[in-house]
């Protein structure tokens, strides 16, 4: 059977950077199956691409290969690491942190950092290395080259944790981690938590930002309140997510990435 590689980057599609990482991984494996996640993740938002690459990851057959290229620390001394997970997936990408959540939410089996350069280009560029040395890892990794000839084993990793929650009395807070192209907001809380914590389910919670307090239905689905009302839920990503019904709650509430607020059972 082919092997799955997926690639999720910041090369946005105006570039031949994504045409470029495609041509090396299938001139050393050109049985691979490609899937292109997202390249418009934007530039240099390496939170974003950890999260993108945490969310699909569980949907991807074991013997995966899984390409993340967000680096905006390119031909630094950061590494290069090639993940294999308990669920037998691997990840391929730099060691700034954006492959972290997704090798956590799988477990982690091994965690080789690269050195071994007979397995990149020949020649290879300091601000192309998604190209030159992660594309070939990609393509030998598909070739089912052992892990140990890429590098050494290690067990450092730069930690990213998207998780963050503070239980309040009645409430809990979180921070906004990423906003979707239809305005969700999707939090830091795992879904889990706001609802195992609560002692009873309300029908509204009240939603505590920097702009004000706002009254939004617990739901389950967008249509659980009417046409632009907000919603609170648990959302596909794993997370609490905020929402409006056919409108854009980031534009409403005025959040972004990073905003905290809090959440609490209707105040009176």
């Known amino acids: 059977m082919s092997r799955i590689v997926t690639l999720t980057t910041d090369f946005g599609l105006a570039d031949e950077y994504t045409g470029a990482v495609k041509g090396v991984i299938l001139s050393i494996a050109p049985d691979v199956k490609i899937v292109d996640i997202t390249h418009q993740i934007p ?4 939170r974003k691409g950890a999260l993108v690459l945490r969310s699909i990851i569980p949907y991807f057959p074991p013997g995966s290969i899984h390409l993340g290229i967000v680096d905006p620390g390119v031909g630094s001394e950061r590494s ?3 993940i294999k997970t308990r669920s037998g997936k691997y990840l391929v990408g730099p060691d700034n942190g954006l492959l972290y959540p997704a090798a956590m939410r799988e477990g982690v089996s091994k965690i ?3 050195t071994n350069l007979e397995y990149s280009l020949k020649r290879f560029s300091d601000t192309f290395h998604g190209r030159d040395i992660m594309a070939p890892i990609v393509g030998y990794l598909a070739k089912n080259i052992s892990l140990e000839e890429f590098g050494c084993e290690t067990e450092n990793i730069v930690q990213l944790k998207l998780e963050y ?3 309040l009395e009645n409430g809990v807070e ?3 981690i990423d906003v ?6 999707i939090t830091s809380i795992p879904a889990e938590i706001l609802f195992e914590n609560l002692n009873k389910t309300p029908e509204f919670l009240t939603l505590l930002t920097r702009e004000g307090r706002f009254e939004a239905k617990m739901g389950r689905i967008f249509a659980d309140t009417c046409e632009g009302g907000l919603v609170i839920l648990p959302g596909s990503k794993g997370f609490i997510e905020i929402a409006v019904n056919k409108g ?3 534009k409403n509430l005025r959040l972004k ?6 959440i609490f059972y209707k105040l009176s």
């Open 43 to 46: 530039k240099y938002n390496i």
């Open 80 to 82: 290069i690491l090639i």
């Open 112 to 114: 080789i950092k690269f």
């Open 165 to 167: 929650y503070k239980l």
């Open 174 to 176: 979180g921070h906004v």
């Open 180 to 185: 979707d192209d239809f305005g969700n907001i």
């Open 248 to 250: 854009d709650a980031a």
């Open 257 to 262: 990435s990073g905003d905290v607020f809090q």
